[in-house]
């Protein structure tokens, strides 16, 4: 999301994972995802909240400083 951090607890999207919309639910399942007939979304943050993403090649990249979305 775009906004803050966010947790997810429920139902998953089949767009996130690969061909998930052409799969089978227990094909999902078997990949990790949830099915519930519930999807709750949890956002949070603070103002001093820091999250470095770390890609394949073990790069870090800021995305969020100080509570704000790092620049790009």
Same mark, same amino acid.
Do not use: Q
């Given at each position: 999301?775009?906004?803050?951090?966010?947790?997810?607890?429920?139902? /998953?999207?089949? /767009?996130?994972?690969?061909?998930?919309?052409?799969?089978?639910?227990?094909?999902?399942?078997?990949?990790?995802?949830?099915? /519930?007939?519930?999807?709750?979304?949890?956002?949070?943050?603070?103002?001093?909240?820091?999250?470095?993403?770390?890609?394949?090649?073990?790069?870090?990249?800021?995305?969020?400083?100080?509570?704000?979305?790092?620049?790009?």
């Amino acid at each position: 999301d775009n906004a803050a951090c966010h947790l997810a607890l429920g139902h /998953s999207y089949p /767009s996130c994972i690969k061909n998930g919309t052409e799969i089978t639910t227990e094909e999902r399942l078997a990949l990790g995802a949830n099915d /519930s007939a519930t999807h709750v979304d949890f956002m949070y943050g603070t103002p001093d909240a820091t999250i470095t993403g770390i890609t394949k090649d073990g790069r870090e990249v800021p995305i969020f400083i100080d509570g704000n979305w790092a620049e790009r």
